[in-house]
């Protein structure tokens, strides 16, 4: 008869999907810290060595992984204007490493487009609430997030990972938002996600859908600031040289 070991020796060899079970919240703090130290380093010229890096991170079949992984890209594309075009290129890169492993099931796109949706409309929301005594600090965080969220946006658009009904979806968000709470910030967001991904558009029915925003835009200058009317004008003269094809 053979007598099974009661007691596994610390260094005994445990099969992944064992080990990832029993110690999950270890192995993701883990793997999202060192997705955090190759995004910490993401530039032009360390793109491919990043990508390869990222690609031997042990995350690829793991969904709950994966969700922490988008989570900690758009943290740091919103935070990072100068290289939000990178991210939204590492992105594709990674949409495509998915596709490669022919799993049953892929994740990345789907949780990327609900995490887009979900920020917009904590973004938004974060506008809409009217808090008092909020400090300068708080104001301009949330500034600063709302531009780099609409960068982000208009990126993901430029590379094909959003369609226009998910880009018009967020850009009718927006709208209705200043339509219901008439925020001035929430106007804004259109003007800027409208400048932003214009140049992105290339068939003519989106461009006329752009057109026919940026005209509605126009109708509430004398409802805003002067610094949002600057940003209206800047739209117009866009929508003018065909969303920038005949600058």
Avoid at 201 to 220: N, R, T, V
Wanted: aromatic residues 12%; glycine residues 2%.
């Amino acid at each position: 008869m053979v007598s099974l070991c009661e007691k596994r020796s610390e260094n005994a060899w445990i099969p992944y999907f064992l080990k990832h079970n029993n110690d999950v919240n270890n192995n993701n703090e883990e793997i999202v810290r060192a997705i955090r130290g190759v995004l910490n380093k993401l530039s032009t010229k360390k793109f491919d060595a990043l990508v390869q890096d990222l690609a031997e991170i042990d995350l690829w079949y793991d969904k709950e992984t994966f969700v922490e992984m988008i989570s900690v890209i758009f943290e740091q594309a919103i935070q990072s204007p100068v290289y939000v075009s990178l991210y939204a290129d590492l992105c594709l890169k990674i949409q495509q490493n998915e596709n490669d492993l022919y799993k049953a099931e892929t994740w990345f796109h789907r949780e990327l487009v609900r995490k887009l949706q979900r920020m917009v409309e904590v973004v938004n929301g974060d506008f809409n609430a009217e808090i008092e005594n909020e400090d300068l600090f708080m104001k301009m965080k949330k500034k600063r997030d709302l531009i780099g969220l609409i960068r982000f946006i208009s990126q993901l658009f430029r590379v094909n990972l959003i369609n226009f009904k998910i880009l018009e979806n967020c850009l009718v968000t927006y709208l209705r938002a200043y339509e219901r709470k008439m925020n001035e910030s929430c106007l804004e967001s259109a003007v800027l996600l409208l400048y932003n991904a214009g140049p992105f558009i290339h068939d003519l029915d989106g461009k006329a859908k752009f057109d026919g925003y940026s005209e509605y835009c126009e109708k509430y200058r004398a409802d805003v600031c002067k610094r949002i009317n600057f940003k209206i004008d800047d739209l117009v003269n866009l929508r003018e040289s065909n969303w920038g094809e005949n600058v």
